[in-house]
């Protein structure tokens, strides 16, 4: 049984920072993409980063230099750091596996930034 357990969402005031993490289980973690994706209420489901096997990274240009992304393919584990939060960074974070067809996803969790 695949998942994808997302961890770290919180509330965090605009300029602060958070980290957030997903653990994986049932797939071969390293031979995936894994990319974090956000959806805002009412707005589609968007990418914020990705990282591929060889650790390359890909970031949406609303977040670049200001959020990172890292794998431990030790601990099955991709962390998105992000710092410099604005309140439009606020939804709901999801992690993504991909290889191939395969394409997974974990629950989500919810960032809010707001005073």
């Known amino acids: 049984q695949v998942q994808l357990v997302e961890s770290g969402g919180g509330l965090v005031q605009p300029g602060g920072s958070l980290t957030l993490s997903c653990t994986t289980s049932?797939?071969?973690?390293?031979?995936?993409?894994m990319g974090w994706y956000r959806q805002a209420p009412g707005e589609q489901r968007e990418l914020v980063a990705s990282?591929?096997?060889?650790?390359?990274?890909k970031y949406a240009d609303f977040v670049r230099d200001r959020f990172t992304i890292s794998r431990d393919d030790a601990l099955n584990t991709v962390h998105l750091q992000m710092s410099s939060l604005k309140p439009e960074d606020a939804g709901v974070y999801y992690c993504n596996a991909i290889f191939g067809l395969e394409n997974y996803w974990g629950q989500g969790t919810q960032v809010t930034v707001n005073a």
């Open positions: 049932g797939i071969l973690f390293e031979i995936y993409t």
């Open positions: 990282i591929t096997r060889g650790e390359m990274r």
